[in-house]
């Protein structure tokens, strides 16, 4: 009975879905004070932290991994064949020819990502009501503007927001003064912007609990699961993306992000994997070959030089499908299982 309320199983689902925010908050401060994240080495052409490597490798792995889901997949890639062919094309093409397009996709696939990530917590956190039976749209919107909230939220109003704004700084390459002006605008203004964050956080919060409570009154009592799972991830995001204590908030949020798309993906296609490898007794070894692949992909990308902007053109034209592919490719699936 147990086993229903998780996506795949208690150790499965505890490993790398509901317990890896906590997991990847404890590698962070357990790395922080040592050599892996502050000695520099040379790796191919790029020069970073054994930290820097390891979570650049995970980030572009499991961007990657969504074409297991995309063009791995006969019968969605018939349904929409502009979409996972065409379009990454003109994409790289328009990338190749167009500074301004060059630089505009690093800052969209910056702030997308952000988008993405509460997407993704929010779509675990309702798989975790629906295996509970709570009714589909019960909850459904709040719930996605809570878990915007919670990721978006401390980035906003938080330590690491220039990090994420400084990507409007690549503007200056191309002699854009109005979007490379955006970060000194933003700076001069992070007061006003984090007390206006926790001011709409506070009133959706209320808000959040008022609906709730009223649909306690009605009987409806949410799925434990999910309630840790938006707990755990919430402290973990306002505690790595808000303070920054430990200075490994990218290495903290991306991990359990990608460790859970990566997992997630396995667990959901699988066997249609393992199947498509001509492997479909041998799922080890299908799996060994998954991982292997999208890991290998994610290593060369962070190694290779950033310059040689034809292989730049394809790890941003990887990044921006799989932010697309993503939103909308599960529920496109479902008339396929």
């Known amino acids: 009975m147990s086993e229903r309320r998780y996506i795949v199983g208690p150790v499965y689902d505890w490993a790398f879905f509901l ?11 357990l790395v922080s004070d040592t050599a ?3 000695e520099d080495w040379l790796f191919g052409n790029e020069e970073g932290t054994l930290v820097s490597f390891f979570i650049g490798t995970v980030i572009h792995a499991h961007l990657v991994a969504v074409l297991f889901r995309s063009h791995g997949n006969a019968a969605i890639r018939r349904l929409y064949p502009r979409r996972f062919i065409v379009v990454p094309i003109v994409l790289y093409a328009a990338i190749m020819l167009s500074p301004w397009i060059a630089v505009a996709t690093t800052v969209v696939a910056t702030f997308w990502d952000v988008w993405h990530s509460g997407a993704q917590t929010f779509g675990f956190a309702r798989i975790y ?5 709570t009714p589909a749209d019960l909850g459904r919107r709040l719930d996605f503007w809570l878990h915007q909230l919670l990721y978006a939220g401390p980035i906003l109003a938080g330590a690491t927001l220039m990090d994420h704004v400084d990507s409007f700084d690549n503007f200056k390459s191309i002699g854009d003064a109005v979007f490379s002006s955006v970060p000194a605008h933003v700076e001069g203004n992070t007061r006003l912007l984090t007390y206006t964050i926790l001011g709409i956080a506070g009133a ?5 609990v008022a609906v709730h409570w009223r ?3 009605r ?3 949410p799925s434990w699961l999910k309630v840790w799972l938006v707990g755990s991830t919430g402290f973990v995001s ?10 490994q908030a990218f290495l903290i949020m991306n991990l359990f992000h990608g460790v859970q798309y990566l997992a997630l993906v396995w667990a959901m296609e699988g066997k249609r994997i393992a199947t498509t490898m001509r492997l479909p007794g041998r799922p080890r070894i299908a799996l060994a070959i998954y991982l292997g692949s999208v890991l290998v992909y994610g290593l060369g990308v962070t190694a290779l030089d950033a310059d040689l902007k034809e292989l730049w053109a394809i790890t941003m034209v990887v990044s921006l499908m ?14 396929q299982i």
């Open 36 to 38: 892996l994240a502050h």
């Open 19 to 29: 317990g890896a925010p906590m997991l990847a908050l404890a590698l962070g401060i």
């Open 238 to 247: 306002v505690y790595s993306w808000g303070f920054n204590s430990w200075g």
């Open 322 to 335: 799989h932010f697309w592919y993503d939103a909308f490719v599960w529920s496109v699936r479902k008339s």
């Open 219 to 221: 009987g409806y009592r």
């Open 215 to 217: 649909l306690a009154q």
């Open 204 to 208: 959706f919060l209320v808000l959040y």
């Open 129 to 133: 009501e629906r295996n509970h039976g």
